[in-house]
């Protein structure tokens, strides 16, 4: 295994490793994107809900110790810097201020300025969004002010973080909020679906400022660190398709995508990874014109499905993902069939990390899942 990191290719930073070199996680990302011939990293899943966790506990996993630990899921570090992921990174952050409550639910404004009704204890269940910040143009003006990549409390003391990752032993990478998630969590779903036609150069405009805020926050970070990757939050796609046309990606998207990752090539930069659940398929061609090279999580029940998506693409794009969360609630033949179906052919073909299709849910049993990370690591190495 060591061989087959003897050389990078053009994709990623680095020099040859020697021979004597322990191989670890961030040289198996590295060798994965690379489309070398190697074990992908542990990302089995992007997590598991809480009822899952709580459903396992009497089903196998022991107290005090979580499932990606137990099970031996890796990791990668994210570079401690306000940059946003399925939030705009506003600083100073709305404060937040809660609006009315009772025994079951309470509503409140959040730290992006966004009104929400959550069930309590907040996090147990998926929010209702109420209201957002901007409606019009006067409103924009009044909240950009906050989104500054010169503001200095963004930033982590530099001298501390470049000890700590000197010589990294998995991926280091930065999550940013996308320019489809930025706007959508400024307008709202519906409201943005108008807003591109209704006042097309409001979204020019803060597209433009989206742009120009990553491209200054990545030139600060990259004076002092080089990364591996960039995961960038979209989920701009539900099961039919994605939320936009690819008109309006060609318009209000590509020019600004294409922009971005040119300029973090310059910087050495080399895995741009977009998460987007839903059926991406529609404007996944626009993704890759834009630069993008790294896809995840290959939804299946929106026909994501990582093969054909592999045979079309062919090296241009890394999978992360695409195991049918549906099909491991099922019994053990039916986890083994999901898997031995795509993760052999997939891996022969390169650039994959096999997961699951989002979270984990509770209707997985423990043993289930078990099996699953048992055939992946047969595989897979």
């Known amino acids: 295994m060591v061989n087959c ?3 990078y290719s053009p994709l990623v930073q680095g020099e040859d490793i020697p021979e004597d070199k322990p191989i670890n996680v961030r040289d198996r990302f590295l060798g994965t994107i690379n489309f070398q011939k190697v074990a992908p990293p542990h990302w089995d899943t992007l997590g598991f ?22 099970f031996g899921q890796e990791g990668s570090y994210g570079i401690p810097v306000d940059s946003g992921f399925c939030h705009i990174p506003l600083r100073p952050a709305f404060e937040h201020k809660v609006i009315s409550e009772d025994d079951e639910f309470v509503i409140y404004r959040d730290a992006v300025g966004i009104t929400k009704r959550d069930r309590k204890p907040i996090g147990c269940s998926m929010s209702q969004f109420l209201d957002f910040p901007v409606k019009e143009r006067q409103d924009w003006d009044e909240i950009k002010w906050r989104w500054d990549p010169e503001t200095p ?6 001298n501390e973080i470049k000890k700590r990752f000197e010589n990294p032993d998995r991926p280091l ?40 805020f990553y491209c200054t926050l990545f030139s600060k970070i990259f004076e002092h660190i080089k990364l591996d990757y960039v995961y960038i939050w979209e989920d701009m796609a539900f099961k039919n398709g994605p939320l936009i046309s690819p008109e309006l990606f ?16 310059q910087l050495g930069m080399r895995s741009i990874m977009v998460d987007s659940d839903g059926d991406n398929r529609p404007i996944l061609d ?8 790294f896809f995840m999580p290959f939804e299946i029940a929106a026909n994501m499905d990582p093969i054909p998506i592999r045979e079309k693409y ?27 179906k795509k993760v052999p052919k997939l891996m022969e073909l390169g650039g994959f990390i096999p997961a699951v ?16 990370i048992e055939l992946i690591r047969q595989i897979c190495g």
């Open 5 to 7: 990191f003897r050389q």
């Open 49 to 70: 809900w809480r009822e899952t966790v709580e459903r396992w506990r009497k089903e196998g996993l022991p107290d005090g110790v979580e499932p990606g630990a137990y």
């Open 153 to 158: 409390e963004r930033y982590p003391d530099w």
């Open 173 to 212: 990478f930065i999550n940013i909020c996308g320019a489809y998630g930025t706007p959508r969590n400024l307008f709202g779903e519906e409201h943005l679906a108008y807003a591109y036609y209704d006042c097309p150069e409001l979204l020019h405009e803060i597209q433009r400022h989206w742009t120009n």
């Open 250 to 265: 060609k318009e209000f998207m590509l020019p600004y995508y294409k922009e971005l990752i040119s300029h973090l090539k």
């Open 286 to 293: 626009l993704f890759i014109e834009s630069g993008v090279n």
């Open 314 to 340: 062919g090296e241009s794009l890394v999978i992360w993902g695409g195991i049918d969360k549906r099909e491991l609630a099922k019994d053990l033949d039916a986890v083994e069939r999901e898997v031995m």
């Open 357 to 372: 299709d989002h979270l984990v849910p509770p209707d997985v049993p423990f043993e289930n899942y078990a099996r699953y």
